[in-house]
């Protein structure tokens, strides 16, 4: 940060507190040098020295604006937006009222001063649709007020004649949200009067100027000021830095934002024309030597009419004074002079209480009427210090409030910087400053000061007048050292002063006033008839704030500079509850001249100002203090031993926090109750080390309060669940018990339809039945048997179904014989209706068959490709039907012999390669004998009336069953075969018999037994 500050030192000192040598030609040097480079701003610490210009410096942008914000005092050159960014930012973080003292003589830049700082807050403070209504009208009120009190003087032309304090008031997030204006003591005389050069208030220029022509000729004016007696005093009136018309469309508009109403505008315009009016209202002397109007009464009817009185009674309030005599009114006429100071009085009331009305009319659209709680800074501009070659009351009474404001920073800074370290015990050279007071003493005394002796003189009945409020001041200051009169002085000076002045030897210098006119403006009185007169006018604004003067007609109204000095007091007493900061304007030249740097005139300004002391305190001094539990308490963050609690005295705990932090020795002092801190720089450090922490402590108490959050969040959430659970706990159990009591109804009436399932059908049984019927059904309906032989898989029914089971298994026994039948192939078919012919035959009959069921039939074993072609030739034109090789026995012995056997449409025939051994036609087979047992042996009983036909045949063939039935269809022979026990008696040639004797051993065996017979031994059949 040091670094920073050099490198900006390029053109003189910033700060003239870095100063070599605290000597004033140093200080006027460096001055000089940056005023040079129009760098119009330096510091004396925190105090902001501002130099005129007298040009426009390219300054004071928005851009600039953005710069300063919220930068630390010292980081950037110094400025005005610097002094007022500060005060506003301290302001915000310590929630405390500020002001901001402008002071300066005339023309040395206040009012622009106060418009820089206003228009700062009005471009850096946050802003909503709200807040910018309120900021135009806090920016918007000067315009007017400055039309209607401040005038062109010869020190200044655009001079506040007026004292204007104006607070802005913040909310807690530093918005602008309200204003309020107190106004001290306009220069009224200028409305009836100025010196040579000067002019009267802007308004009267602007309004014949810019005012528009409808406008004009409704207010009965003329265009330009040189018809009015009011505005001509002074000499031309046009002034080039002044642009009457211009200003005069910026004050319509001003008064439209803040809220005045098209009816009060015509009031006010038509009150400021009826003082041009008055002015032009001239006196004549009748013949008794009394005031008349002189001329037509053209300038009285428009005053009448502009103010809405009635013109016979205002003649006579300006012509006469009211006098009660014995309970009797009397009119008693004015001379000319007395008049004129009647008619000059009427115009200075009534332009007085409108300016005052104006105030009030700004102060109600500035006003916020939210209650909650604000902080303000105010700014203090008010006339400066002025001297002129003639100065008469006015100049009194700025010049002793320049006093009194300088008494009010000599207490805020110079003694009660020194006075507090002494408190503090802080180790101090005094620092000799010219204190003031001696001069606010001798203008304010109660009883014996200069203004207690002009309202005693203004009081006294007899004939006060000026002369003799002069010589009661010179008996009473003889021996004052500021005081000097004509009579007091000695000869040198004697020379410099007429016989009706008096000197004061002010804190900026000497000043020698004009007794002439000090009663009668201090006085300030108003004739009562004229007063009534006005309070019924038709006007409204003069008739509402004349009404308001002063109702109490018998009590004396305060004069003018009792009321001015309470009100200064009331003032000083607001002021000092508040933070001060300073600007110390200081003029370069009397000629108004940009750039030139008028040495002499700016020393005395600094000499007078006391910035050298001022200077030297600071250096002296330390830039910063603060009461130990405050600086504790916002610095705690930045030491772990003083955070989050310092439990020993608040002196220790800082003493420990700025070891810390490491300051040396020499940059603080430890006081009885406060920590005083030298250089602003440790200050800022320190500043800038809390705002880092302070994001840190942000996001740690952010964590903490997250965390805080979540938990509780966590908590609400875990009791809902839990309440969700038991509730849903609740709703299952409950439900569990209906579906228990449920189940026990049920399972009671089960049983009781169980116990009554043979009785018929009723109320108590009827369910049980239904449920034994579906239960069944539904058993039934997964268990169904797949096959027909399947005879064993059906469910046996409950007693009550058993007539259904039947019919259903009848039923599903159908359908499966339907499925299955549907499924047989025409060549199954054939094979099955072959099967069932061999069933028919053999079923119970022959041991063989069960195991030949299983064995398909084939359509033969022998093709005609088999047999031999000869063979086949001799069969002859017949087709085989079956062909299938056996074995034949002989008749004869026995013997086997492997054949073929064919069969045709009309014969058997036995194959022996290529000859037909034998021919057996289906006409003269007989019968078909075969054994019971399991052996193949199949006998051809074979009719023999022919004696070419051998004897009967037997054989042997394997596929016994599938021969025999193709044999039995092809020869329709079904009832020829007979199965046969034991024995087979066969023919073997005619009249000649055997027998086949057929028998069950161990193993198959065909042999000839011993009495000839054919024994065949078959093994048993196997059982399945
Ligand atoms: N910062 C500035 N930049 C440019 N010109 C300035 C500046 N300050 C003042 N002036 C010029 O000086 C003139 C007088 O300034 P201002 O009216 O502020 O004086 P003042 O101190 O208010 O005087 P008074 O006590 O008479 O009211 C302005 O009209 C303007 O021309
Ligand atoms: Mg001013």
Redesign the pocket.
């Known amino acids: 940060m040091e670094g920073a500050l050099t490198a900006r030192d390029r053109v003189g000192i910033q700060d003239f507190v870095l100063l070599d040598e605290t000597t004033e030609a140093a200080f006027l040097s460096n001055l000089r040098k940056r005023f040079s480079k129009d760098l119009?701003y330096t510091y004396i610490g925190t105090l902001l020295v501002?130099v005129?210009?007298?040009?426009?410096?390219d300054i004071y942008s928005h851009k600039l604006m953005d710069v300063y914000k919220g930068v630390n005092f010292f980081e950037l050159p110094p400025h005005i937006y610097a002094l007022a960014d500060n005060a506003y930012h301290t302001m915000l973080t310590e929630f405390n009222n500020h002001f901001i003292l402008?002071s300066?003589?005339?023309?040395?830049?206040?009012?622009?001063?106060?418009?820089?700082i206003l228009q700062y807050y009005a471009v850096s403070c946050p802003s909503t649709t709200l807040l910018n209504t309120v900021r135009d009208k806090i920016l918007m009120s000067n315009p007017v007020l400055e039309a209607f009190g401040?005038a062109k003087?010869l020190?200044?032309?655009?001079?506040?004649?007026f004292g204007k304090y104006m607070d802005i008031q913040f909310d807690s997030q530093g918005g602008a949200v309200g204003g309020h204006v107190l106004n001290y003591l306009l220069e009224k005389s200028r409305v009836v009067h100025q010196n040579h050069g000067e002019r009267n208030f802007h308004i009267f220029y602007q309004l014949v100027e810019g005012g528009e022509e409808e406008l004009l000729r409704r207010l009965g004016l003329e265009r330009g000021g040189q018809r009015y007696h009011y505005l001509t005093q002074g000499g031309g009136a046009a002034v080039s830095?002044i642009h009457d018309r211009n200003n005069w469309k910026t004050v319509k508009n001003a008064l439209q934002i803040i809220n005045i109403d098209k009816i009060n505008t015509n009031h006010l315009f038509g009150t400021v024309a009826s003082v041009l009016h008055l002015g032009n209202v001239g006196f004549g002397r009748d013949a008794r030597g009394c005031a008349v109007l002189s001329g037509d009464d053209a300038e009285l009817l428009w005053v009448s009419k502009l103010l809405g009185v009635d013109a016979q009674s205002l003649r006579e309030g300006l012509t006469c004074r009211k006098i009660e005599a014995n309970k009797e009114q009397v009119l008693s006429p004015f001379t000319v002079d007395h008049a004129i100071y009647a008619r000059d009085a009427l115009a200075k009331a009534i332009y007085g209480q409108t300016f005052t009305w104006l105030v009030n009319r700004i102060n109600e659209s500035m006003e916020n009427k939210d209650l909650s709680r604000k902080n303000v800074i105010g700014l203090l501009?008010?006339?400066?210090f002025?001297v002129f070659y003639v100065n008469s009351f006015e100049q009194f009474c700025i010049n002793y409030c320049n006093e009194k404001l300088q008494q009010l920073f000599i207490q805020l800074t110079l003694k009660a910087e020194q006075e507090e370290y002494e408190a503090e015990d802080i180790e101090w050279e005094s620092v000799q400053f010219f204190n003031n007071k001696i001069i606010c003493e001798l203008l304010e005394e109660k009883h014996t000061g200069i203004i207690s002796l002009l309202d005693e003189e203004c009081l006294r009945p007899g004939d006060a007048t000026d002369l003799t409020f002069l010589e009661r001041l010179e008996d009473k200051m003889s021996n004052h050292p500021h005081f000097v009169t004509h009579k007091l002085a000695d000869k040198v000076t004697r020379k410099t002063l007429e016989r009706g002045d008096f000197r004061l030897l002010h804190y900026a210098g000497e000043v020698t006033y004009c007794v002439v006119g000090f009663l009668d403006k201090n006085n300030d009185l108003l004739y009562k008839n004229i007063k009534d007169l006005i309070c019924q006018a038709k006007n409204a604004i003069v008739r509402e704030s004349f009404s308001t003067m002063d109702s109490d007609t018998r009590r004396r109204p305060e004069t003018v500079a009792t009321q001015f000095k309470s009100s200064l007091l009331k003032l000083t007493e607001v002021l000092v509850k508040k933070e001060a900061w300073y600007i110390r304007?200081l003029k370069s030249n009397e000629s108004?001249q940009p750039g030139h740097f008028d040495e002499a005139l700016i020393r005395h300004q600094v000499k007078y100002l006391g910035l050298m002391e001022h200077l030297r305190v600071r250096r002296a001094g330390f830039a910063y203090r603060r009461i130990y539990e405050v600086f504790l308490k916002r610095y705690k963050p930045l030491c772990p031993a003083t955070w989050p609690h310092w439990r020993g005295l608040p002196a220790d705990g800082v003493e420990v926090l700025v070891q810390h932090l490491g300051y040396l020795p020499d940059e603080y002092r430890m006081g009885r109750t406060k920590i005083f801190i030298r250089h602003p720089r440790t200050l800022y450090a320190t500043e800038d080390a809390y705002e880092k922490c302070k994001h840190e402590l942000a996001t740690r108490l952010q964590a903490k309060y997250k965390g805080y959050k979540a938990k509780g969040k966590f908590k609400r959430q875990k009791e809902a669940a839990t309440k969700i659970e038991t509730c849903w706990r609740g709703v299952q159990a409950r439900k569990e018990r209906e579906k228990r009591a449920w189940a026990v109804k049920v399972i009671k009436k089960f049983i009781k339809g169980y116990m009554t399932r043979g009785q018929a059908r009723n109320t108590e049984n009827s369910e049980y039945l239904a449920f034994v019927r579906q239960n069944y059904l539904n058993r039934l309906k997964g268990n169904l048997p797949e096959t027909v032989l399947d005879k064993t898989t059906w469910q046996s029914p409950p007693a009550v179904l058993a007539e259904t089971s039947e019919l259903l298994r009848q039923l599903h026994s159908r359908l499966m014989v339907r499925r299955y039948v549907r499924g047989i192939t025409p060549q199954r078919k054939a094979q099955l209706h072959l099967k069932a012919v061999t069933s028919s035959i053999f079923k119970g009959r022959k041991d063989s068959y069960p195991q030949s069921v299983a064995q398909p039939f084939v359509d033969t074993r022998i093709g005609e490709q088999d047999v031999d072609i000869r063979a086949l030739q001799m069969i002859g034109h017949e087709h085989i039907q079956y062909g299938v090789p056996v074995i034949k026995y002989d008749r004869n012995g026995f013997k086997p012999r492997a054949r073929q056997l064919v069969l045709t449409q009309t014969a058997a025939h036995l194959i022996d390669d290529a000859k037909v051994k034998q021919r057996v036609l289906y006409t003269s087979l007989k019968g078909i004998s075969v054994s019971n047992l399991t052996d193949c042996i199949i006998v051809f009983h074979i009719t023999c009336e022919d004696p070419k036909q051998k004897g009967d045949l037997v054989m042997q063939c394997d596929p016994l069953f599938e021969f025999l039935t193709k044999l039995s269809v092809i020869a329709n022979k079904q009832n020829a075969i007979s199965v046969v026990q034991g024995s087979i008696k066969i023919d073997i040639q005619a009249g000649k018999e055997s027998a086949v004797d057929f028998s069950s051993g161990p193993e198959a065996e065909v042999c000839r037994a011993k009495n000839g017979h054919l024994l065949v031994v078959s093994t048993r059949a196997r059982t399945r």
């Open positions: 119009i501002s005129n210009p007298y040009k426009q410096l402008i300066g003589e005339s023309g040395a830049g206040k009012t622009e001063a106060s418009k820089k401040n003087t020190k200044n032309d655009n001079s506040s004649r830095s501009d008010i006339y400066g002025e304007c108004k």
